[in-house]
């Protein structure tokens, strides 16, 4: 056979064995096992029932077209108007792109941004595609760890001391997958005024952005000054329960748009129009079920952190946003990945190595509660025999 393209070595991340017991616990799942998945961030909640109406009425009336490929207008300005309640940056639809999920978004950005001799700092822990995308454009992966010690704040000092005359993009995800941790304002102005003096790009992950529980919640785009470098990458995967529908966005400056529509020409041609359809409804008439969703995760959050606290060995973080809690369970003396290993072996229970996102989250795990309350306190009862018995 033929060699296949450098390419598809700088996409292989090196988390595969962070994966191997969610594969596994997935798929004992599905034959019927008596497993517990707490290692996936996909919304045990049903997509609202307006938004899935709309887009078979849409499929029903035909519209099974092709479509504007920077995605549909009506579409683009509920993302803009979202936006701009949200963040206070004044944006129109034509500062909008549509692409498949914050995912495809992401990519299409590192794509049109970054390349071969750049440099991308990545503050970590950080989400685990984030490695294999940088390295599909030729990029090289700078990482700034956060300490556990300090709780993964942000080291704003060290952010600064990875930035070289290489340096082009900065990548961050606020609310954070996996701390649940937002950056405080003083933090984003700190980030801003890095990314302005040495002139970077910066692309901000806001897929957590509408789960946050409290109101200290400020996104990148509300720093004024950053308009022109900031990219914001969102979707509705997570606020709406809508990850199999694949709707994000891209929200930047101007002049980036024409190279998007270049991206998603080659590569995607646009979003179908009924998904568009239940994507528009889900912006508009069944917006504020993103709230009762995030009351939801809100509930279940303070449940589990509760629930952990009471465990021998188990010292739970306190996330601000999302459907995710980072546990230290250093004091097992257990490897993060030996932990997951026996917890699934003898409880099975599947949460995930928080190690996989970053070398400065050894000795945690994430534990996702997005699932069902009932199946939520089996887990957690599980997890309790298991660190007793340790
Ligand atoms: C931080 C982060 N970014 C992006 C994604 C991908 O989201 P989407 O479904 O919008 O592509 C996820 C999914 O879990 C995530 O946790």
């Known amino acids: ?20 017991i969610h594969m596994q616990a997935q798929k ?30 849409s499929l029903r009336a035909g519209d099974t077209h092709y479509v504007d490929v920077m995605g549909k207008v009506e579409l683009r300005r509920a993302i803009a108007y979202r936006h701009r309640q949200r963040s206070g940056q004044a944006v129109s639809e034509d500062q909008v792109m549509v692409f498949c999920g914050t995912q495809n978004a992401l990519f299409a950005s590192l794509l049109c941004l970054v390349e071969a001799g750049d440099e991308v700092i990545v503050i970590e822990p950080a989400y685990v595609t984030y490695e294999a995308s940088i390295g599909a454009t030729g990029a090289t992966l700078v990482r700034v760890s956060c300490a556990a010690d300090t709780g993964f704040a942000l080291d704003i000092d060290a952010l600064g001391a990875a930035i070289t005359p290489q340096s082009k993009l900065i990548l961050l995800c606020s609310p954070n997958n996996p701390t649940g941790l937002v950056l405080s304002q003083a933090e984003l102005e700190a980030v801003a005024d890095l990314a302005i003096k040495h002139d970077l790009w910066l692309v901000c992950d806001d897929v957590y952005g509408e789960l ?61 129009g009924f998904i568009q359809e239940g994507a528009i409804c889900a912006l508009t008439d069944a917006w504020d079920e993103r709230k009762t969703m995030r009351d939801v995760y809100a509930k279940r959050m303070l449940m589990v952190q509760q629930a952990l606290q009471d465990m021998p060995h188990l010292i739970p973080l306190q996330p601000q946003a999302g459907m995710f809690i980072l546990v230290d369970v250093r004091s097992t003396g257990l490897t993060s990945q030996a932990f997951v290993e026996q917890l699934y072996q003898q409880q ?43």
């Open 28 to 57: 004992a799942a599905g034959r019927g096992e008596d497993v517990i998945v707490m290692s996936v961030g996909d919304p045990d909640m049903d997509t609202p029932v307006e938004v899935v109406d709309k887009a078979i009425t």
């Open 212 to 272: 946050v529980y409290g109101d200290n919640y400020l996104a990148m785009a509300s720093i004024d000054r950053v308009a022109d470098r900031l990219v914001t990458l969102s979707s509705l995967s997570k606020s709406h329960a809508m990850s199999g529908w694949r709707v994000g966005w891209a929200i930047g400056p101007q002049a980036l748009m024409g190279h998007f529509y270049n991206t998603a020409l080659t590569m995607l041609y646009g979003l179908p």
């Open 1 to 20: 056979m033929a060699e296949f393209s450098s390419f598809c070595q700088r996409i292989q991340g090196d988390g595969a064995a962070a994966w191997d």
């Open 348 to 390: 099975g229970v599947s949460v995930l190595s928080a190690a996989a996102f970053g070398a400065c989250a050894e000795g945690f795990v994430r534990i996702s509660f997005a699932l069902a309350d009932d199946l939520l306190d089996k887990g957690l009862q599980r997890i309790r025999q298991f660190v007793t018995g340790l």
